[in-house]
């Protein structure tokens, strides 16, 4: 039997999947959009609801201004703003029209911000602050980049004859992500990659026109973006946008919207579970946790509080949405399920490194062969997580082979805060390791060796804090006289964090 056969609605066989039948993201959405156009589609608290039939004609006179402006499918578009209606028409424009999405966290700081322009030059950028627009336009040096708000307030041009006319294979979105390794790469999805996994949760979580999810998730990151809202449009529902988390205002838009579907990473789950008011949640027909481990005891806690059963899913930017509990049948806590339909997944020999295939894996890493060489292995994408299938085939996530913290469901590289530290002159070595911690999950620890000055940890904090995005920021600094290392002299970081624990 296809091991994703568990995901399918009762009725549905593997044989009638055909997660790539509407070829593009656009080839979904304006069917829905076509099929429904008084469906209310998105929803924020500046514009309230639009339709569908708003949605397909706003990005579509955005599309036409961005056309006019010379925009040709394949170029790049950075945008970094919080969740509104108008980022999603932008957002939405840009796909329609062939456009290259580059999402980056509005939290980043000058440096980070800088690499993305460098690496993957994009022609347009679309922010809602002014300074970051600022450092885009200094990075691109005498390349020009066109920089806009979210309203794209440029001239309107006619509808571009190429609007609509990607394909599967065209790409769609470059999403920033340090990889296994090294300093952040561009992860190249596909049409076809993002349409596939989009399809795959629309009818593994038999999400439907009737759905509408409350998404206080940034849209800058998969979780937000490729299962919040790219699930939404695909599946031709309805989604409340919030421009952040707060245990009040998502309970009350909850609330006040009836909504039937929650996602959210484990941080958020335990702050609604510490507020005492799981129980507002017991309408939900859906709620799901990702992004990072979701305790077993959690996740109990909120099953006794709320009534609901979360699913608990695995992904990746590389590959967005993997593997999922199933939503008829057992939600095993402490385990992150089956294979989603269409994805192969198997342990590598020895290792037990979690493998992936399938039509939501992306092709490559952006102008890096080497990067992307090294992390397929024989045609199959090597996860840098390591895992265990019990009999039933549930997968657990047991460690990870690449050096990642986890921080409230944001990926913090060890190396990236090491390197910013190690500019100061107290700092003999620097080792940045992950504690465990009950809000955050990990929480970023630096570990110094050397002689620590009396300013010596405020002078690193104002290092990280001129530096890096602040969730990467190390929660406390501790000196040590000597770092554990090995016979080769490497530290050794499972022996850092015993040393601090
Ligand atoms: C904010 N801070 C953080 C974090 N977030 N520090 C560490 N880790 C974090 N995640 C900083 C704030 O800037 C602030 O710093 C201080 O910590 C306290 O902030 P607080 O008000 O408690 O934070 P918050 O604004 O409430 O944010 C917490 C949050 C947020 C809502 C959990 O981090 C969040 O939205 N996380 C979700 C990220 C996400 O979308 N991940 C999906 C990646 P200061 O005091 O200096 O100002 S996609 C992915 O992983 C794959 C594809 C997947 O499987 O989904
Ligand atoms: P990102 O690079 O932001 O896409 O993060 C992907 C990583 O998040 C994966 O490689 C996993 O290490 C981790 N992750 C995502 N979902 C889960 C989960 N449910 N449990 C444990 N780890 C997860």
Do not use: C
């Not at 000058?110 to 950028?125: G, N």
């Not at 039937?260 to 507020?275: E, I, K, Q, Y």
């Not at 921080?407 to 002159?425: I, K, Q, T």
């Amino acid at each position: 039997m296809t091991p994703w056969a568990a995901h399918l609605p009762p009725g549905l066989a593997p044989d009638d999947v055909h997660l790539l039948a509407a070829a593009s993201l656009p080839g979904s959405w304006t069917a829905r959009w076509a099929a429904d156009p008084a469906h209310p589609t998105v929803h924020d608290d500046r514009e309230g609801w639009i339709t569908a039939d708003e949605l397909e004609h706003r990005s579509r006179a955005v599309a036409g201004r961005l056309a006019h402006a010379g925009l040709v499918p394949g170029e790049r578009v950075l945008i970094s703003a919080a969740a509104s209606v108008e980022l999603v028409v932008a957002h939405v424009a840009a796909i329609r029209l062939g456009l290259v999405v580059i999402p980056a966290n509005t939290g980043y700081l000058e440096r980070e911000v800088a690499h993305i322009v460098t690496d993957a030059a994009p022609s347009l950028a679309v922010v809602d602050d002014e300074e970051r627009g600022r450092w885009i336009a200094a990075a691109a040096g005498d390349r020009e980049v066109l920089v806009v708000g979210t309203d794209v307030a440029i001239p309107d041009g006619p509808d571009p004859a190429w609007l609509d006319g990607v394909g599967s294979d065209d790409p769609a979105i470059l999403a920033y992500t340090s990889g296994t390794t090294g300093s952040p790469k561009g992860a190249l999805l596909s049409h076809g990659n993002l349409l596939s996994s989009a399809e795959a949760l629309r009818l593994a979580w038999r999400w439907s026109p009737d759905d509408r999810l409350v998404l206080p998730l940034p849209l800058f990151h998969m979780h937000g973006l490729g299962v919040g809202l790219h699930g939404t449009l695909t599946a031709g529902a309805s989604v409340v946008l919030r421009r952040g988390f707060e245990v009040a205002d998502t309970l009350g838009a909850i609330g006040e919207h009836q909504a039937t579907l929650f996602f959210g990473v484990p941080t958020m789950w335990s702050r609604l579970a510490s507020s005492g008011r799981l129980d507002e949640l017991r309408a939900l027909r859906l709620g799901v946790s990702g992004s990072a481990p979701l305790a077993a005891a959690l996740h109990e806690e909120i099953t006794a509080g709320s009534g609901q059963r979360l699913i608990e899913r695995y992904g990746m930017t590389e590959t967005v949405m993997n593997v999922s509990n199933p939503y008829d049948g057992d939600r095993r806590p402490g385990t992150v399920g089956l294979p989603l339909p269409g994805v192969d997944l198997r342990l590598a020999e020895g290792t037990d490194e979690i493998l992936l295939q399938g039509p939501n894996v992306f092709s490559g890493y952006w102008q890096r062969p080497e990067a992307t060489a090294e992390t397929f292995v024989d045609g199959w994408f090597a996860t840098g997580d390591v895992g265990a299938l019990d009999g039933d085939g549930y997968l657990r996530i047991v460690g990870r082979r690449k050096e990642l913290i986890i921080s409230g469901g944001y990926n913090v590289y060890p190396r990236e805060v090491e390197d910013v530290l190690r500019a100061h002159g107290d700092v003999i070595d620097v080792a940045v390791v992950g504690l465990p911690h009950p809000d955050w999950g990990e929480q970023v620890i630096a570990v110094v060796e050397g002689a620590p000055g009396p300013t010596s940890e405020a002078d690193l904090l104002a290092l990280a804090t001129a530096g890096l995005a602040a969730y990467k920021r190390p929660k406390r600094v501790v000196f040590v006289e000597a770092l554990p290392r090995n016979a080769l002299g490497k530290v050794v970081k499972g022996d850092v964090v015993d040393q601090v624990r």
